[in-house]
Structure formats: structure tokens, C-alpha cells
């Protein structure tokens, strides 16, 4: 089937996140999140954002259809992520997904959330490109165009958000993807969130390493590398370690605070920014030479780290890697990636999913 219409369920995490593309083309992607409700936490409520998918899911939905302007009619299929990520949260999008395909007697394909943010890069963006749900003008931005370049195979590809770092292996989207490594302790992202409480930031608080980083020195203190020494790398090639560092700079800052030392925030934070971003560009730089693959892909909210961009661009062009960034609203969590991966799997021929699929909060690649 050519050029099949999709709607796109995503509720892994916080983002209640609906997407509608057109084969390779984004008609339309609404992002609610939940993070506001969870932020006096200092991190993700399961049943908070459980509760706030059953509220945001119908008017996501309508607004997406707005925004498309489809008819939930006209659709090919519906998609939802199956997995993984957050059991309550997960079943209300699949709940939601299986109901919208009884009523409307569509077929459904459950997909992998991970798989779906290697999908994203698939979507070209005509003019309603630039959804408003996520404020792009915010951070430096240097995204390749995604039709400039079209996605090829195999790529690397590196996720990196407050829920998963992982390094896949991708050899065909829709059939053939392999989980390299990933975090054995922390997520990226977390690391940058619990840093961020040390030194007194709010939450999320990798926005505000960032910020503050910017006029910090990151070679003022030396935090240990995660599973990066030779030693390391030959057991723990592609995975990532990240609460080692987070102690380290805890221990660094209440050292300083007991002598009554004043801490250099933006040092630190400018340290620990290199730190992380030294760590997940070198494993993925290593996986891009074990493979013989000159292409790699990222995505995930971390992404929108302003060191992080900048030292992917430069290690890849010295190693003659082709980078590819989709924008940042198809970066975090959306509906439209999961949607595109839908597509892609009926394109290619795939049997959608029988009605009896759950839920699978850790659901393998
Ligand atoms: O993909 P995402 O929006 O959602 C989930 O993981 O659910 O990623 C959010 C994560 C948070 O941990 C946040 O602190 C981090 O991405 N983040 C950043 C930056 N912007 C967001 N980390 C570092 N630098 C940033 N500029
Ligand atoms: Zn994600």
C-alpha cells in the first residue's frame, strides 16, 4: 500500500503524544505533557501521568484531526506504542488504540517505542512542519532538513532521554533492529535531572545544566568517565553507566560545601555536561567504526543539549560519519513517530497486530 494514512498513539512516558502522517509525511503532531504535575516531585508519577493520558488523549486526538485536517474515516491504520516504558501509562494509549480500531474497524499495528524514535526520521515535513507543541526557538537548533538526506541503512542510532540510552544497530527499520547497549543504572537524562538537584536547579533540570554550563569550564574538574576505560570498553562496549558520575559531582559539591567553599555552578555543570557528552559520543562513534557504518542517528530529549549537537557534529565529521538530527519535536516523545513507523510497516508489507497484544513495559527491540 502506497502512501498510508496513520494515526499514532504514544503514552510511554509523560508526552501524550498524537501524530498523523501520510506515507513519509507529517500531517500533524500533538504533544500534551504532564510535566508541569510532576515537576513537584523532581521526577515522572506513574499513576500522574497515567491519569493525565485519560485526560489528554480525546482532545489530542481531536486536535490532531484539526490539525491534519483528515477524517478519522479516511485513516489506513491506527499505531500505538506497545512498549516500553511505564505499565499504566502504556495501557491507556493501547486501550485507547484498540478502541479507535474496533470503532472505526481499522487495522492496528502495536510498535516499539525505541524502534518509533529511530521512525521519526523517516517523516518529511511540509508546511505544518514545525509543530507548535514544542517551543523550537528555544534551543540552538542545527538540524539537518530530513529530506535533504533520506534515511539509509544500516545506521547507528543513539536515544538518549530521561527513560532510555540506548545504542541500536538498524538494518531495516521495520525488520530488522539491534539493541547494541544501553544504560545499566541511569538514563541520560536522569543523570542531567539529578545533577541539576544537587546544584539546586529545578526540574527537569537538563535545561538548565545546559544553560548554566554555557559559561562554565568544562575542563575545571575531571568526573570519571562511566564504563569508558579500556577495560571497561572491552565488557561494556555500547552500554552506559551514569550514576558513577552523578556521585562524583555530589561528593564534589558537598566537599566544597563543607570546607564552606563557594561552588562554581557553571563549572561543574559545564563538567559534568562533558562528561555525559563524552561518554555517549564516544560509544557511539565506536559502534559506527566496529560496524563499518558511516551513519549515525539521534534522538531523544537530550538531544536538545546544546554541547551535545555541537560535539556530535564535530566528531562525526572528523570520522566522516553522516549525523542526523530530526528536529526536536520529533526527538522527544510524539505521536508522529510512531505513526510514521506504522506507515513504514505497512508499506513493507507487515501484518498489522491481532487484538490480543498488551502492554509491555519492557518490551524488547
Ligand atoms: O525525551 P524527553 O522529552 O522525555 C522523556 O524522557 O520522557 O526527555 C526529557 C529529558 C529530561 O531528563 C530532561 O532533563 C532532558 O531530557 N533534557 C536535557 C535538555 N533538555 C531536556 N538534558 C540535557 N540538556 C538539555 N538541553
Ligand atoms: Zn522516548
Redesign the pocket.
Known amino acids: 500500500r502506497e502512501n498510508p494514512l496513520v494515526l499514532g498513539i504514544e503514552t510511554?512516558?509523560?508526552?501524550t503524544g498524537i501524530g498523523i502522517v501520510r506515507g513519509t509525511t507529517l500531517l500533524a503532531n500533538v504533544i500534551a505533557?504532564s510535566?508541569d504535575e510532576h515537576a513537584r516531585y523532581g521526577g515522572?508519577v506513574p499513576e500522574v501521568a497515567a491519569r493525565a493520558h485519560l485526560e489528554e488523549l480525546v482532545p489530542a486526538i481531536e486536535a490532531a484531526v484539526a490539525e491534519s485536517g483528515i477524517a478519522l474515516s479516511d485513516l489506513d491504520a491506527i499505531a500505538v506504542t506497545s512498549g516500553p516504558g511505564l505499565a499504566g501509562a502504556l495501557m491507556v494509549g493501547v486501550g485507547a488504540a484498540k478502541a479507535l480500531a474496533l470503532a472505526l474497524d481499522k487495522p492496528i499495528y502495536a510498535v516499539n517505542h525505541l524502534v518509533g524514535h529511530v521512525g521519526a526520521d523517516v517523516l518529511r515535513l511540509d508546511d505544518r512542519a514545525d509543530s507548535d507543541s514544542v517551543p523550537l526557538d528555544t534551543?540552538p537548533l542545527e538540524a539537518v532538513p530530513l529530506d535533504t538526506v533520506p534515511l539509509e541503512y544500516p545506521t547507528i542510532a543513539l536515544l538518549?532521554?530521561?527513560?532510555?540510552t540506548s545504542l541500536l544497530l538498524v538494518r531495516d527499520l521495520t525488520s530488522d533492529v539491534e539493541l547494541l547497549g544501553e544504560t545499566i543504572d541511569d538514563?541520560?537524562?536522569?543523570?542531567?535531572?539529578k545533577v541539576?538537584r544537587i546544584l539546586g536547579m529545578p526540574?527537569?533540570?537538563?535545561?538548565?545544566?545546559?544553560?548554566a554550563a554555557a559559561t562554565g569550564d568544562p575542563r575545571a574538574i575531571r568526573f570519571p568517565r562511566g564504563l569508558s576505560r579500556p577495560k571497561d570498553m572491552a565488557q561494556h562496549r555500547y552500554d552506559f553507566s551514569f550514576s558513577g558520575l552523578k556521585t562524583s559531582v555530589a561528593r564534589w559539591v558537598e566537599h566544597r560545601e563543607d570546607e564552606g567553599v563557594p561552588v562554581p555552578v557553571n563549572d561543574v555543570a559545564a563538567s559534568f555536561?562533558e562528561a555525559?557528552v563524552d561518554i555517549l559520543l564516544t560509544k557511539a562513534v565506536a559502534a559506527c567504526h566496529d560496524y563499518g557504518v558511516p551513519r549515525l542517528l539521534l534522538?531523544?530529549?537530550?538531544?536538545?543539549?546544546?554541547?551535545?549537537r555541537q560535539v556530535a557534529i564535530e566528531r562525526t565529521d572528523a570520522a566522516g560519519i553522516t549525523l542526523r538530527i530530526p528536529p526536536l519535536s520529533l526527538?522527544?516523545?510524539n505521536g508522529a513517530m510512531i505513526a510514521a513507523l506504522g506507515a513504514q510497516l505497512i508499506m513493507n508489507g507487515h501484518a498489522p497486530s491481532t487484538l490480543d497484544f498488551g502492554a509491555d513495559s519492557t518490551l524488547p527491540v
Do not use: K, Q, W
Open positions: 510511554s512516558c509523560d508526552e505533557s510535566m515522572v534551543v538518549v532521554s530521561g527513560g532510555h538514563a541520560a537524562g536522569e543523570a542531567f535531572d541539576a526540574y527537569p533540570g537538563g535545561p538548565h545544566i545546559d544553560a555536561r555525559v534522538g531523544g530529549g537530550v538531544i536538545a543539549n546544546a554541547r551535545l526527538c522527544t516523545d
